[in-house]
């Protein structure tokens, strides 16, 4: 079946540490998205890539940063600089930039 | 500034009984508009959309409205059911010449349907 995975599902990071988000997809979309969701925030976003070897930064892209170098794959790693990066992370993908399919999202609490 | 406002962060409606759901937009450039839904711990996932070109869109229980002079849209849901309960994100998009642009989204509404 296709679809987009994300993982871990749960993720533990201490203070001062990078950590890295997985996200596949096997559907063939050529953009794809990271996003945050925070309680009451909505859904803000972090980066996009509408091609492989190219990535735009979001409205929040401080203190992370992305890799497109497969079609297949767009990681996300929280790095050390954002400082408030508990949150669940959603990852998106589309084929034509109309309507986009979600993964079901890694859960990041800094500890 | 929020382009995308949904000022409800919650509804409480009773089984049976019709949902409304609303969103309102900033900029006319919009051209297309979304609905996810999404439960907790999970990724959002679609339900319906709708074309500035039209102002209503049906499919089943759910029906997109959409008032471009008023920059409003709203989702009905009728019957609403237990499985409805759910977090909904209103979501809009804009055309830049043939490609469009990222989905931006609202901040989403507690849709809590009681039996």
């Known amino acids: 079946d296709g679809g987009i995975t994300q993982s871990p599902k749960y993720l533990f990071r201490k203070e001062g540490q990078n950590v890295t988000l997985s996200c596949e997809q096997n559907?063939?979309?050529?953009?794809m998205y990271w996003y945050r969701q925070d309680p009451g925030q909505g859904l803000r976003l972090i980066y996009y890539?509408?091609?492989?070897?190219?990535?735009q930064k979001g409205d929040i892209a401080e203190g992370y940063s992305v890799s497109r170098e497969k079609k297949e794959s767009f990681p996300l790693t929280v790095t050390s600089a954002q400082k408030n990066p508990t949150a669940f992370y959603l990852c998106a993908s589309t084929p034509t930039g109309y309507g986009y399919t979600f993964g079901s999202g890694t859960r990041l609490t800094v500890v | 500034d929020q382009q995308v406002k949904q000022n409800s962060p919650s509804l409480s409606v009773q089984e049976g009984r019709i949902s409304i759901l609303n969103c309102d937009y900033t900029?006319?450039?919009?051209?297309?508009f979304l609905w996810y839904k999404k439960y907790p711990a999970e990724g959002p996932t679609f339900l319906i959309s709708?074309?500035?070109?039209?102002d209503k869109n049906e499919d089943g229980r759910f029906t997109v409205f959409l008032n471009k002079s008023a920059k409003h849209l709203s989702l009905h849901i009728v019957p609403s059911q237990p499985g409805d309960s759910a977090v909904y994100f209103c979501a809009a998009q804009m055309n830049y010449g043939g490609s469009q642009g990222n989905l931006i989204f609202g901040k989403g509404t507690k849709l809590s349907v009681k039996p």
């Open positions: 900029n006319s450039m919009f051209d297309y």
């Open positions: 559907l063939n979309h050529d953009a």
């Open positions: 890539s509408q091609i492989v070897n190219d990535f």
């Open positions: 709708i074309s500035s070109i039209k």
